[in-house]
């Protein structure tokens, strides 16, 4: 297992078109994490999974956004209608739900620019 | 809600010298994790030290290591020895341990960190 895996690494997109993104996990982690990183702040949470479950989202995910996690393995994240304000760099990070400890696992993110 | 606040954007120190970055949080919570991140340039997240609120002692990690005030809801990071692969940036984050809350981080906006040679 080489870690969280997040694909692409760069899109650029023009502003109104729908793109999407894919995490893959560890492949032991049952708990899935979305974070946005706009330039010079940290990470603010989106969303996460339990398995396949979506347990809790921001507020920051408007009706545009939509994440999913098909049999509790890799998830998608999809933003329809792109805004220059959803430029930023999406980080995906997995972790162990009785292991919270030991903190998350993150991928090397997807940065979105639009144009 | 939990907040956690880092008070200084940029931190520079010589190689082999000592930095302390500081962050403060705020919560009514008393069982909580908080980390230190670090984020390289085009890089990952990387955990560097966590800390556990019921535990008195402060971690140690090699070079790193961190000092706990939980009265003052402070979480310093020290980094001794500086060397060149120590500059990034680096956030503090913040865990409850209560209940569903604690499934996610919460994080400051970051120092970044400057070695020079």
């Known amino acids: 297992d080489t870690g969280v895996s997040q694909d692409p690494r760069h899109k650029i997109t023009k502003r109104g078109q729908n793109v999407t993104f894919r995490c893959d996990p560890i492949?032991?982690?049952?708990?899935l994490y979305w974070y946005r990183q706009t330039l010079g702040q940290g990470p603010e949470f989106l969303t996460y999974?339990?398995?396949?479950?979506?347990?809790?989202k921001s507020r920051l995910l408007s009706d545009r956004f939509s994440a999913e996690r098909p049999k509790g393995s890799f998830s998608t994240l999809e933003i329809q209608r792109t805004e220059q304000g959803d430029s930023a760099m999406y980080l995906c990070?997995?972790?162990?739900?009785?292991?919270?400890?030991?903190?998350?696992?993150f991928g090397s993110g997807t940065r979105l620019t639009v144009v | 809600a939990q907040t956690v606040t880092q008070s200084q954007p940029e931190m520079s120190v010589q190689e082999a010298e000592t930095v302390t970055l500081s962050c403060t949080y705020d919560?009514?919570?008393?069982?909580?994790?908080l980390f230190w991140y670090k984020q390289p340039p085009s890089r990952q997240m990387i955990l560097v030290i966590r800390?556990?609120?019921?535990?008195?002692q402060n971690a140690t990690e090699n070079r790193f290591s961190v000092n706990f005030q939980k009265a003052a809801k402070s979480f310093s990071l020290k980094i001794s020895d500086s060397q060149l692969g120590d500059a990034a940036m680096y956030f503090c984050?913040?865990?409850?341990?209560?209940?569903?809350?604690?499934?996610?981080?919460?994080f400051g906006g970051g120092t970044r960190v400057l070695v020079k040679p």
């Open positions: 990070a997995s972790s162990l739900a009785d292991r919270p400890r030991y903190g998350y696992t």
């Open positions: 492949s032991e982690h049952n708990r």
């Open positions: 999974f339990q398995n396949e479950a979506q347990l809790e």
């Open positions: 919560t009514s919570e008393s069982d909580y994790y």
């Open positions: 800390q556990e609120a019921y535990k008195q």
């Open positions: 984050a913040y865990r409850t341990m209560r209940g569903a809350a604690g499934n996610k981080l919460t």
